[in-house]
Structure formats: structure tokens, C-alpha cells
């Protein structure tokens, strides 16, 4: 079973930042993508931004230009850079790994971003 291990969450003004980490239990390279999900009070989940094994990348149309997902391979962790944040981006976000046709979640990390 693969662990997940998110942090960074909080509370920011809008126009802040944060920065969100993701560690999992084994080789991030295991994997054939990771993302960030989030989900907002009364919305559904939705997806944020994913890194494929291969580096590409592609984020909600949301976030493009204010978040960039990364990772650190001598940590072994994948990060989700949030700038220029907004109200709208309250939510509890989840880091996500793909192997195959099996899924992972962490246990979410709440961002607040008052107005």
C-alpha cells in the first residue's frame, strides 16, 4: 500500500503563496503520473495539475500561470507551487499517484485563502 504524506497547507491572504509538498513511500519515479487534486465546500473534486513520469505536465485552466506542479528527485517529492492565490482556491488538496490502473491518495491538506 503506498502512503502519501502531504503538507503545507494553511491559512494566506489572497495574492499569497504556498507551497505544497508530497512525499510517498516508495520511488516517485515508480509511478507512471502524480497530480494534485482539490476539493472545495459543495464542489466536486477536481484535478489541479499532473506530472507524468516523463515530466509533462498539465494543470486546470483555473491555475494555469499562478500554479507549477514539480519534483524533486534527491527528496523524493513532488510539489504543487501555488502563487497570486485566490478565495476560490479554498479547498482541501490531495496529492495523487498512479501506477498503473491503481490509484493513491494522501490525506488532504487544507488551504485557506481569505479575501
Known amino acids: 500500500q503506498v502512503q502519501l504524506v502531504e503538507s503545507g497547507g494553511g491559512l494566506v491572504q489572497a495574492g499569497g503563496s504556498l507551497r505544497l509538498s508530497c512525499a510517498p513511500s516508495q520511488s516517485i519515479f515508480t509511478f507512471d503520473a502524480m497530480a494534485w487534486y482539490r476539493r472545495a465546500p459543495g464542489k466536486q473534486r477536481e484535478l489541479v495539475a499532473v506530472i507524468r513520469s516523463g515530466g509533462s505536465t498539465n494543470y486546470a485552466d483555473s491555475v494555469k500561470g499562478r500554479f507549477t506542479i514539480s519534483r524533486d528527485n534527491a527528496k523524493n517529492t513532488v510539489y504543487l507551487q501555488m502563487n497570486s492565490l485566490k478565495p476560490e482556491d479554498t479547498a482541501v488538496y490531495y496529492c495523487?499517484?498512479?501506477?498503473?490502473?491503481?490509484?493513491?491518495w494522501g490525506q488532504g491538506t487544507q488551504v485557506t485563502v481569505s479575501s
Open positions: 495523487n499517484a498512479v501506477l498503473r490502473l491503481s490509484a493513491s
